[in-house]
């Protein structure tokens, strides 16, 4: 990516040439817009702008967030997670969300939208300057390739607003000052449908297929950081589902299975796909992944915002103690018990899906992590007194009386060792967990190789292959055509799940859905395509706080209702009425589509009418 760096500041210095005609001394080391976009070479540079559009946009948010925006809009509206936090109201942007009671002006509903169609931009700039090739040699091979690149993300971007908003502006070309889009569904030059809009996606995506380049193979690292046929074809084939053409959407998606260029990674290294140690393996298709690169700064390109890292951290400032390998956080995100223990029932408690999605906190946490003071260094391993150190137990020091006297007729005092870890107080919730339940998420828990300094390198995936095989089984499903069994199959059997289906049926598919795709924004769109959206009523209703009765103390209120026990006991309270008065919960006929930002949106373009009820 190096020979590119050179265009992409040129793309930078274009939008400053607007100003030009207002300064006395004409502008040096700049090169005007009719100038640029001649070249093979300024079609690269456009190019890589719109791949940094996308990463700033999707992963890192511009700036604004502290989580990918990407990530967290469509992950929160679910009956799986809590937007959690220190306490009620901590982190709110991420809480309204999951609770649906945000409004027309929320940030992310607002950024997202808006990041969108920055995306779609950056992409329309692309196609309108090369879709005709260079001035003077017409169509090349770079110039179809790079147009074909844009029209993918754009289609891309055009499909996920029309999952969140329903029937967004259709934006196919760089907008004039001007010009004021309309929803596609009321466009008076070219109307179209929900589900319409979402065909086009498709067909945009597969037109530009010839004309991409194609993974190399399943170890290809590189050939997951730019669009390629693969990508184009999960584009086309969940835009087809999406908009309920399953016998359309079976091509695209068998496509991929059958390039042989994607695999599901082995069980044992699953969780490693959203982690930079799984950076490009076998299963990933496309995210806003980019190869370390040590011609930029520090040569670790930052993938999120570096406090991503930290919002859905685990909240171990109240804790007792930290362990060694945990980075700490926020607490932002809450496993909800319904879903850890769904799981455990699909899966079984050992499955490596359930170790790798998400672990419970008794004992997993409190008792099988290393804390710093496990194994003191000043204990003497020879001395008869101390437990063998191949236990790797928290060592608690105790006085007890041996039953002697001394000379003098005193008891004899002596201080002895335990590996008992329930009775250790350096470990355990010393406060209250604000959001979470007995299961903590695991899935994008910072690993120590996830962290450098500031920056955050966990992987903000948008396709991986596992999700193919989801959609295509769902897509067999629907036609009759049970050929997406064995891929059904194949997710359950690498999750090491106790339940193989026998039989092809869109429940098996979306049962098992739920769990592979857990946080990866995949479950409030389903629920509203499949008509589910019971389970969400009641987001915002009751959310617990969880406590150890160990650490209990009625006068200083730490753990109310609870007394106090002399090892380590962990319960939930769902009492609090943080919510009390406030209008929650998923409302039928208004929560399967975000509102429209009215700031900045509706309130500015007089053709863009609201969704219902907002």
């Avoid at 046929?229 to 959407?249: C, H, S």
Wanted: charged share 25%; glycine share 8%; aromatic share 12%.
């Amino acid at each position: 990516m190096k020979k590119y760096l050179i265009p992409l500041f040129l793309v930078g210095a274009v939008f400053a040439t607007s100003c030009e005609s207002k300064l006395d001394i004409p502008q040096k080391g700049v090169i005007s817009i009719d100038d640029f976009y001649k070249t093979n070479e300024d079609a690269e540079g456009a190019i890589v702008a719109a791949y940094d559009a996308f990463a700033k946009y999707v992963a890192r948010g511009d700036n604004e967030y502290i989580i990918s925006p990407y990530n967290a809009l469509f992950n929160l509206p679910s009956d799986d997670i809590y937007g959690a936090g220190e306490f009620y109201g901590d982190n709110d942007f991420l809480g309204e969300i999951n609770d649906f009671r945000f409004d027309a002006d929320a940030q992310l509903v607002t950024d997202m939208y808006r990041y969108y169609y920055k995306i779609i931009y950056s992409a329309n700039l692309v196609i309108d300057r090369f879709k005709d090739g260079l001035p003077d040699e017409g169509p090349t091979a770079v110039t179809k390739r790079v147009v074909a690149e844009a029209r993918v993300m754009r289609a891309w971007c055009h499909m996920m607003l029309a999952i969140g908003w329903d029937c967004p502006p259709l934006v196919d070309h760089v907008l004039g000052a001007a010009e004021r889009p309309y929803n596609c569904n009321t466009d008076p030059n070219n109307p179209k449908t929900h589900d319409e809009l979402l065909e086009w996606c498709a067909e945009e995506a597969l037109a530009a297929v010839p004309d991409l380049r194609e993974r190399a193979s399943a170890s290809d690292k590189n050939g997951t950081t730019y669009i390629t046929k693969g990508f184009a074809n999960f584009v086309a084939g969940k835009a087809y589902v999406f908009a309920n053409n399953m016998a359309a959407a079976k091509a695209p998606l068998k496509e991929i299975i059958k390039s042989k260029k994607y695999e599901l990674v082995p069980a044992e290294r699953m969780r490693e796909t959203f982690h930079i140690k799984g950076e490009g393996n076998e299963e990933t298709i496309f995210g806003t992944n980019v190869n370390n690169n040590p011609s930029i700064g520090s040569g670790v390109m930052d993938k999120s915002l570096w406090m991503h890292l930290d919002i859905s951290g685990w909240r171990t400032d109240h804790w007792a103690g930290k362990p060694n390998a945990i980075k700490g956080g926020w607490g932002a995100i809450g496993v909800r018990q319904e879903f850890a223990e769904a799981l455990i029932a699909n899966d079984g408690f050992d499955s490596p899906r359930r170790k790798a999605w998400i672990v419970k906190y008794d004992p997993e946490i409190l008792y099988d992590l290393e804390y710093p003071s496990d194994n003191p260094w000043w204990l003497n391993e020879k001395d008869a007194r101390y437990p063998k150190f191949a236990n790797r137990g928290r060592y608690i020091q105790k006085t007890v009386d041996t039953g002697k006297k001394d000379d003098k007729g005193k008891p004899i005092i002596d201080t002895v060792f335990t590996d008992d870890k329930t009775k250790d107080s350096q470990r355990g919730i010393a406060s209250y967990l604000y959001g979470q339940t007995e299961y903590l998420e695991n899935k994008r828990q910072a690993d120590p190789g996830d962290v450098d300094y500031w920056l955050s390198t966990l992987n903000v995936l948008v396709a991986r292959y596992a999700e193919v095989l989801l959609l295509y089984a769902e897509a067999c499903a629907v036609t009759n055509d049970n050929d997406g069994l064995q891929y059904l199959q194949e997710i359950q059997r690498r999750a090491g799940s106790q339940h193989i289906s026998s039989s092809l049926t869109l429940a098996e598919v979306q049962n098992e859905k739920r769990f592979e795709m857990f946080m990866e924004g995949t479950r409030w769109p389903d629920l509203v395509r499949w008509g589910k959206t019971e389970s969400l009523v009641n987001n915002g209703k009751e959310i617990p706080y969880m406590y150890d009765q160990f650490f209990a103390d009625e006068e200083k209120g730490t753990t109310p209702r609870k007394t106090k026990t002399e090892t380590h006991t962990i319960y939930l309270d769902y009492t609090g009425k943080d919510n009390a008065g406030k209008t929650v919960g998923f409302v039928k006929g208004k929560h399967e589509h975000f509102p429209y930002p009215y700031s900045k949106a509706v309130a500015i373009n007089e053709n863009l009418t609201q969704n219902p009820n907002w």
